[in-house]
């Protein structure tokens, strides 16, 4: 989870940065959408809408606290339901093929 706190997570508009991707596409809704989104924290977290069931986890536990970025990354209860969601959506599983 500090990799979302710092913006490095393994998601392909940082992993473009740094040259490790050819590209810094969603592939989620790439695929899905059709739709060329850039990965980033922000994205993967509170706007893709791949997740959007997944992301319900957060609402219906953190209310109002679930779209507050800060909230979810530095609170205690914050950080045990992000992992949740993290875990769910499998997307920073670096096992996974992307």
């Keep these: 989870l500090i990799h979302l706190q710092t913006g490095h997570a393994p998601l392909s508009g940082y992993l473009n940065h740094i040259g490790k991707t050819p590209l810094d596409r969603c592939p989620t809704c790439w695929k899905h959408l059709c739709e060329h989104i850039q990965e980033m924290v922000q994205h ?5 809408p791949v ?3 997944e992301r319900s986890i957060l609402d219906c536990k953190l209310g109002h606290n679930a779209r507050n970025f800060k909230y979810l990354v530095s609170s205690k209860k914050g950080i045990k339901v992000l992992s949740i969601y993290v875990a769910h959506t499998k997307q920073l599983d670096l096992t ?3």
């Design 96 to 98: 996974s093929q992307r």
């Design 51 to 53: 997740y959007a069931r």
């Design 44 to 48: 993967y977290m509170l706007d893709c």
